[in-house]
């Protein structure tokens, strides 16, 4: 779904080093989310946006922090990165009103910590 | 908070054959039931969902089983085709501004 973007596609980075991976869409939707995908644990919610002024934490947000610039982007910082970040990093959309509607996932960014 | 479970975590099936996933979830205040499906190297997309006012839903080939009573939900899958090989998480939600949870997810592999 070329609606929603993120960059960068892949990174590797160093311990210690502070990363910040974007989403950006074009869907015109009120809500954007985080997760993280690791296997055999399925994707996991670290932050969540559900208009510009709002901000909430997911079940893992402990070492991340989120800045949603405009309706259309939404970013996931790392301020000092750890080797257990290593996963792969979707975000995702989805109309405002109604947590029924459909969740539209961007293509990720497959994150290496070393 | 709501947790959602899948079982079994990986399945085969032979060509041609059904395939049945089941999650369970624990809060009775769900009413929100998608399923995804994440192919090798994708991203998850919907393939079907179904509120908590039905029982089933169908869409060609695959359906979606709902119990309340018993909180657990399925994804049927039937004449299955090594391109519904994939992963695949069920999720759950309370509704309007909840989030959903997503289940561990499962691997189906259809064997040619």
């Known amino acids: 779904d070329a609606d929603v973007t993120q960059t960068p596609r892949n990174r590797i980075t160093k311990t210690g080093k502070r990363i910040m991976l974007e989403c950006s869409q074009t869907?015109?939707?009120?809500?954007m989310y985080w997760y993280r995908q690791d296997p055999g644990l399925g994707l996991r919610l670290i932050y969540y946006?559900?208009?510009?002024?709002?901000?909430n934490k997911g079940e893992i947000s402990d070492g991340y922090s989120v800045s949603r610039q405009a309706q259309a982007k939404f970013s996931l910082s790392l301020e000092s990165a750890i080797p257990n970040q290593t996963a792969l990093y979707f975000c995702?959309?989805?109309?405002?009103?109604?947590?029924?509607?459909?969740?539209?996932f961007g293509p990720g960014t497959r994150l290496t910590v070393l | 908070g709501e947790n959602v479970e899948q079982h079994p975590s990986t399945l085969s099936v032979q060509e041609g054959d059904s395939a049945v996933i089941k999650c369970t979830y624990s809060?009775?205040?769900?009413?929100?039931f998608p399923w995804y499906k994440q192919e090798l190297g994708k991203r998850p997309q919907l393939i079907i969902d179904?509120?908590?006012?039905?029982g089933e839903k169908k869409d060609q080939r695959i359906a979606v089983t709902l119990n309340k009573t018993a909180k657990h939900f399925s994804l049927h899958i039937t004449e299955t085709q090594p391109e519904d090989s994939a992963v695949y998480f069920c999720?759950?939600?309370?509704?309007?501004?909840?989030?959903?949870?997503f289940g561990k997810g499962i691997t189906l592999s259809v064997r040619p």
């Open positions: 809060d009775s205040a769900s009413n929100y």
């Open positions: 869907k015109g939707h009120d809500r």
């Open positions: 179904i509120r908590s006012n039905v």
């Open positions: 946006s559900f208009d510009v002024k709002d901000i």
């Open positions: 995702a959309t989805q109309e405002g009103g109604r947590a029924t509607d459909t969740q539209y």
């Open positions: 999720a759950a939600s309370m509704g309007a501004n909840s989030k959903l949870t």
